[in-house]
């Protein structure tokens, strides 16, 4: 109940702050076209992050993995899990689906994890090149905060990829091997394949974060001539950012708070901040209900080890 109630509050804040005539207005400036070109560019983005998944599986000694298009699939199931109001369940019914194909259940949970910490890595680094002054690109006065995470989270990238292989060469390394269940899910985690694999998903995740933000664009486009794409590129990392622990259900409220907030940076209107929002919250539903729908006609043996291919 108190997450529901903190959803109420930005709304209710945003609600006195606004037109609502201006703010449908607005949000019927968007035609079928940039919606259908948003949604596409979103699945490719679905589709890119399956990749990623695939590619990091194989890296950890996996004899086998599911097909891309099954990745795909387990992807879009996530993303209707993820609606539900403790908001990483997606993840974790990600990990339960093709859990057969790992060594044990654990490795399954813990590749999904450090899919996500390449993915909010690259988010920041993205974030970091796009906050450069460029030519032609909007002036955006962060607040020193955010400055310190962005360039904090470039910084992370090149640790991870420099310090990653040096792990199991530190004193600690035998004994955190011997932990129960986590030990060995580790130790396979730290097989040179994934070292390798790391750089490679860095950049699919860049890819990646490159369509979302295209996506954002082709809504945002006909909203107001300030939603440009590169607004977009340095307003959606920090949207990330703020989101990314959602303090309330589906992140309703607090997301269209940070839209008001972040775009307004960059001179967009608060209605068409606004409406910028709840249309590609709109394209995230569509998606969820892609994989409600998939998740219903899904039967066990498409989860786990029965589908698992024998030599």
Same mark, same amino acid.
């Given at each position: 109940?108190?997450?529901?109630? !903190?959803?109420?509050?930005?709304?209710?804040? $945003?609600?006195?702050?606004?037109?609502?005539?201006?703010?449908?207005?607005?949000? *019927?400036? +968007?035609?079928?076209?940039?919606?259908?070109?948003?949604?596409? #560019?979103? !699945?490719?983005?679905? #589709?890119? *992050?399956?990749?990623?998944?695939?590619?990091?599986?194989?890296?950890?000694?996996?004899?086998?993995?599911?097909?891309?298009?099954?990745?795909?699939?387990?992807?879009?199931?996530?993303?209707?899990?993820?609606? $539900?109001?403790?908001?990483?369940?997606?993840?974790?019914?990600?990990?339960?689906?093709?859990?057969?194909? !790992?060594?044990?259940?654990?490795?399954?949970?813990?590749?999904?994890?450090? @899919?996500?910490? +390449?993915?909010?890595?690259?988010?920041?680094?993205?974030?970091?090149?796009? *906050?450069?002054? $460029?030519?032609?690109?909007?002036?955006?006065?962060?607040?020193?905060?955010?400055?310190?995470?962005?360039?904090?989270?470039?910084?992370?990238?090149?640790?991870? $990829?420099?310090?990653?292989?040096?792990?199991?060469?530190?004193?600690?390394?035998?004994?955190?091997?011997?932990?129960?269940?986590?030990?060995? &899910?580790?130790?396979? !985690?730290? @097989?040179?394949?994934?070292?390798?694999?790391?750089?490679?998903?860095? +950049?699919?995740?860049?890819?990646?974060?490159?369509? =979302?933000?295209?996506?954002?664009?082709?809504?945002?486009?006909?909203?107001?001539?300030?939603?440009?794409?590169? &607004?977009?590129?340095?307003?959606?990392?920090?949207?990330?950012? &703020?989101?990314?622990?959602?303090?309330?259900?589906?992140?309703?409220?607090?997301?269209?708070?940070?839209?008001?907030?972040?775009?307004?940076?960059?001179? =967009?209107?608060?209605?068409?901040?606004?409406?910028?929002?709840? =249309?590609?919250?709109?394209?995230?539903?569509?998606?969820?209900?892609?994989?409600?729908?998939?998740?219903?006609?899904?039967?066990?043996?498409?989860?786990?080890?029965?589908?698992?291919?024998?030599?």
């Amino acid at each position: 109940m108190l997450r529901f109630a !903190l959803a109420l509050v930005p709304l209710v804040w $945003l609600a006195r702050r606004i037109d609502p005539e201006k703010l449908f207005e607005q949000a *019927s400036h +968007v035609g079928v076209w940039p919606l259908v070109l948003s949604f596409g #560019l979103y !699945l490719a983005s679905v #589709l890119g *992050s399956a990749l990623r998944w695939r590619i990091l599986i194989r890296a950890t000694g996996a004899a086998t993995a599911p097909s891309l298009g099954a990745l795909f699939r387990h992807y879009m199931v996530g993303y209707y899990f993820n609606l $539900l109001p403790s908001g990483v369940v997606g993840d974790a019914m990600r990990g339960h689906r093709i859990r057969g194909y !790992l060594q044990d259940a654990t490795t399954s949970y813990l590749i999904v994890l450090l @899919e996500r910490v +390449v993915g909010l890595l690259a988010v920041v680094t993205l974030g970091a090149v796009a *906050s450069l002054p $460029l030519p032609g690109a909007p002036v955006l006065p962060l607040p020193v905060f955010f400055q310190i995470v962005l360039w904090g989270g470039v910084a992370g990238t090149i640790l991870l $990829l420099a310090a990653t292989p040096l792990i199991p060469q530190t004193p600690l390394w035998p004994y955190v091997i011997r932990l129960p269940k986590v030990g060995p &899910a580790l130790e396979r !985690l730290a @097989e040179l394949r994934a070292y390798r694999a790391l750089p490679l998903t860095i +950049v699919i995740s860049l890819a990646v974060n490159v369509l =979302v933000i295209a996506s954002a664009w082709a809504i945002g486009g006909p909203l107001h001539s300030a939603i440009t794409f590169m &607004a977009c590129a340095r307003v959606f990392p920090l949207v990330v950012l &703020a989101v990314i622990v959602p303090l309330t259900p589906a992140g309703i409220g607090q997301r269209e708070a940070v839209f008001a907030y972040f775009f307004g940076l960059v001179g =967009v209107p608060i209605e068409s901040a606004l409406a910028l929002s709840f =249309v590609s919250f709109g394209v995230t539903l569509a998606a969820a209900a892609m994989g409600a729908i998939i998740h219903m006609r899904d039967t066990p043996p498409k989860d786990a080890v029965e589908n698992v291919p024998t030599a």
